[in-house]
């Protein structure tokens, strides 16, 4: 399967716990995507990448987010001291951009977080 | 007032109807338009984009007014398989910044 992966792809923890969620984007794309969606509601955007940079992050993205692409390939998306309000699935989406056009984001197939 | 709104739905229209869905977008730097179809708990995927001059994929129809900010998917002859979220979306450029629908759920009666 060469389409973007997300591991895990369940992710249970208590309140206050550290999780990390991976992302492995389509190996040719250079742009890579971090979005959270809870019910009801459509994806909304968290931090963006174009290769390793790291170039827009939205403000719902709080101190306790963070992320990275070390070598422009894969992703990791961190939460610290996590709360009940970031239960939601993660979604990640890639795409192969070579100008300054939008381009089809593919996605992953989400991790999906509860936090009790 | 949210970037892009859409009406949550649900429509609920018999097989061989055609329904159709409006989003407005409020961003009047938006450049350009996408409509996502998202499965119940699965991914959204690109169904198609949205052209100034309207665009049509076989049963899909889509349609961009930037006088009034909003664009239009039309489906016809509906299939059950069409059943899902309908997620609208805009794109304002600079860093790739997208924005999505609350999306617009379509159930399929047979």
């Known amino acids: 399967d060469t389409g973007v992966s997300q591991n895990p792809r369940h992710k249970i923890t208590k309140r206050g716990q550290n999780v990390t969620f991976r992302c492995d984007p389509i190996?040719?794309?250079?742009?890579l995507y971090w979005y959270r969606q809870t019910l009801g509601q459509g994806p909304e955007f968290l931090t963006y990448?174009?290769?390793?940079?790291?170039?827009?992050k939205s403000r719902l993205l709080s101190d306790r987010f963070s992320a990275e692409r070390p070598k422009g390939s894969f992703s990791t998306l961190e939460i610290q001291r996590t709360e009940q309000g970031d239960s939601a699935m993660y979604l990640c989406?890639?795409?192969?951009?070579?100008?300054?056009?939008?381009?089809?984001?593919?996605f992953g197939p989400g991790t999906r977080l509860t936090v009790l | 007032r949210k970037e892009v709104e859409q009406d949550p739905g649900p429509f609920n229209v018999p097989e061989g109807a055609t329904v159709a869905f409006n989003c407005t977008y409020s961003?009047?730097?938006?450049?350009?338009f996408f409509w996502y179809r998202q499965d119940c708990r699965k991914e959204p995927k690109l169904l198609m984009s949205?052209?100034?001059s309207g665009n049509e994929d076989g049963r899909f129809t889509a349609q961009l007014n930037r006088a009034s900010q909003y664009i239009s998917l039309l489906i016809r002859d509906s299939k059950l398989s069409d059943s899902a979220t309908y997620l609208c979306?805009?794109?304002?450029?600079?860093?790739?910044?997208?924005?999505f629908g609350t999306g617009t759920k379509l159930q399929v009666i047979p």
């Open positions: 989406a890639s795409s192969l951009s070579l100008a300054a056009s939008y381009n089809e984001q593919f």
């Open positions: 190996s040719e794309h250079n742009r």
């Open positions: 990448f174009q290769n390793e940079a790291q170039l827009e």
């Open positions: 961003n009047s730097a938006s450049q350009s």
């Open positions: 949205v052209y100034s």
């Open positions: 979306v805009s794109n304002s450029g600079g860093y790739q910044k997208v924005t």
